[in-house]
C-alpha cells in the first residue's frame, strides 16, 4: 500500500538535499502509514509533522532523514534513540541494519509502540523512562539521537557516547532550537556543528525541561 506515495516522498527528501541513498532505501521501505493513528494514515506520507495522540507528534520526513544522515552511519552501529514517539525513527535505523536502543518517558506511548514493533517483527530495545540521563546498562553507544527540543545538552548522555561516536540533538528555547551534530574526538574534547531552525516538542527530564 502507499507505493507511489513513498516515491514522492523520495523525490521531495531528494530535493531538500538527502543523498545518503541508505537512508533513501529505508524510507521506502519503512511504511510510515503504519505508524500514525487511522485517521491520519491518507497525509502519511506529507512531508509534515502528524499528530500521535498525548500532545506528541511523529517527526517530519524530512527531520527523520536529515537526523539519520548527520550520524554518518556506516556498518552496523549501536545506537541510543532519546523519544521512542511512534517507533518510526527508530523502524529506519533498524531496517538500515543498526542495534537500536530506544527510551520513551510516556508510559502509554511506549506500549502502544511495544506492541506495534512486537506486531510488524521490529527488533529494538524500547525502555521506559527518562532519556536525559539515557541508558548506562548497554552503553557506550556509536551514535545518539535526541528526538525531542532540550535547553542544553545532557553531560550523562555525552559520558554515554563512544570514542569517534556522533551525536544528534535539537538544543534551544521550547519554540525554535538548533540541530547540534556533535563528534567526541576524546574522553573529554568535542567538535560540534550546528544548523538552524527546527521546531520539536519538548524535551522532559532531569537534564531537559521541567513538566508544566
Ligand atoms: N522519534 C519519534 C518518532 O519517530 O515518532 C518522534 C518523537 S516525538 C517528536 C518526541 C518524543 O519524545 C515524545 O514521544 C515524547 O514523549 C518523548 N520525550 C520527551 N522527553 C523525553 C525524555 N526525557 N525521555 C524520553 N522520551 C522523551
Given at each position: 500500500m502507499y507505493e507511489t506515495e513513498r516515491e514522492d516522498l523520495i523525490k521531495v527528501l531528494r530535493g531538500k538535499g538527502i543523498i545518503d541513498e541508505n537512508v533513501l532505501k529505508a524510507f521506502l521501505k519503512v511504511e510510515r502509514h503504519l505508524f500514525v493513528p487511522e485517521i491520519i494514515k491518507p497525509h502519511a506520507y506529507s512531508d509534515v509533522a502528524l499528530p500521535i495522540g498525548h500532545e506528541q507528534t511523529i517527526s517530519q520526513p524530512y527531520t527523520v532523514a536529515f537526523m539519520t544522515q548527520a550520524l554518518?552511519?556506516?556498518?552496523?552501529s549501536k545506537i541510543l534513540e532519546i523519544g521512542t514517539g511512534s517507533g518510526f525513527q527508530a523502524a529506519v535505523l533498524v531496517e538500515m541494519g543498526m542495534k537500536v536502543y530506544s527510551i520513551e518517558r510516556n508510559f502509554e506511548i511506549h506500549k502502544n509502540t511495544q506492541k506495534l514493533f512486537d506486531k510488524l517483527g521490529i527488533r529494538a530495545a524500547l525502555i521506559y523512562g527518562d532519556g536525559t540521563i539515557g541508558w548506562e546498562e548497554a552503553a557506550p553507544y556509536d551514535r545518539i539521537i535526541v528526538t525531542a527540543g532540550g535547553p542544553e545538552v545532557p553531560n550523562r548522555l555525552l559520558s554515554q557516547l563512544a570514542v569517534g561516536g556522533k551525536m544528534v540533538i535539537p538544543v534551544g528555547d521550547r519554540n525554535c532550537q538548533a540541530m547540534q551534530i556533535i563528534t567526541k574526538v576524546s574522553g573529554k574534547e568535542y567538535s560540534k556543528k550546528e544548523v538552524p531552525n527546527f521546531k520539536f516538542v519538548p524535551l522532559i527530564g532531569k537534564q531537559g525541561w521541567k513538566s508544566e
Open positions: 554518518e552511519l556506516n556498518g552496523r
